[in-house]
């Protein structure tokens, strides 16, 4: 029983150490659709209270949340909103940041 119980409580840690390596990186700027996709698999529910703790974006609908630019608040993979991206949010493949299109 002991045994079963330490097995788990490692493999519970190596989950909680794979979530933290799919964290989008400290202090850069992504779009939703790319913190909703691999690697790093946000809820829709995160993005939603990012958005909701942000006075500057409008209300928006779940389908707008991809073309919102969030930014990455510390190591463990916190976000708040950044902005919605009116004319879309460019996934910029290489560069740190991604940003809203103009």
Known sequence: ???KLILSVGLFLAG???QQAANCDYLSLKCGSALLGAPYNYTTAQLVAAVNDTASIPIITVAQLSETL??????????TGNAYCFAGCDTKAGVRNDQCIV
């Open 16 to 18: 909680v150490q794979a």
């Open 70 to 79: 969030f930014h990455c608040t510390d190591i463990l993979g916190a976000i």
């Open 1 to 3: 029983m002991l045994g």
